[in-house]
């Protein structure tokens, strides 16, 4: 079973910076790609950002040029670096992996940013 824990969540300004970082209990070279999305209150998730396991990325036109996707697979970890943070982004931020072998998604229990002044 794959489990996939986030941090990093909290309250920042508008024009602040947050990192997201999802720790995977398995190899991620074994994930064909990780992601992150995220829900705001009363919409549907969405989707933010991925990075396959060849490093291709790909973000939500929304958030280009602020937010950046990486791993780190020394760690098994993906890391979501937000910059220039907007109200709008206040959301639960749900890091998903989907695995090589059968394509099955996992997610993690999400972590809650709320960007307000």
């Known amino acids: 079973q794959v489990q996939l824990v986030e941090s990093g969540g909290g309250l920042v300004q508008p024009g602040g910076s947050l990192k997201l970082s999802c720790a995977a209990s398995?190899?991620?070279?074994?994930?064909?790609?990780m992601g992150w999305y995220r829900q705001a209150p009363g919409k549907q998730r969405e989707l933010v950002a991925t990075?396959?396991?060849?490093?291709?990325?790909n973000y939500a036109d929304s958030v280009k040029g602020r937010f950046t996707i990486s791993r780190d697979n020394a760690k098994n970890t993906v890391h979501l670096q937000m910059n220039s943070l907007k109200p709008e982004d206040t959301a639960v931020y749900y890091c998903?992996?989907?695995?090589?072998?059968?394509?099955?998604?996992?997610w993690g229990q999400g972590t809650q940013v709320t960007v307000s002044s």
């Open positions: 998903n992996g989907q695995r090589t072998m059968d394509l099955n998604n996992y």
């Open positions: 398995v190899s991620i070279f074994t994930m064909y790609t």
């Open positions: 990075i396959t396991v060849r490093g291709s990325t």
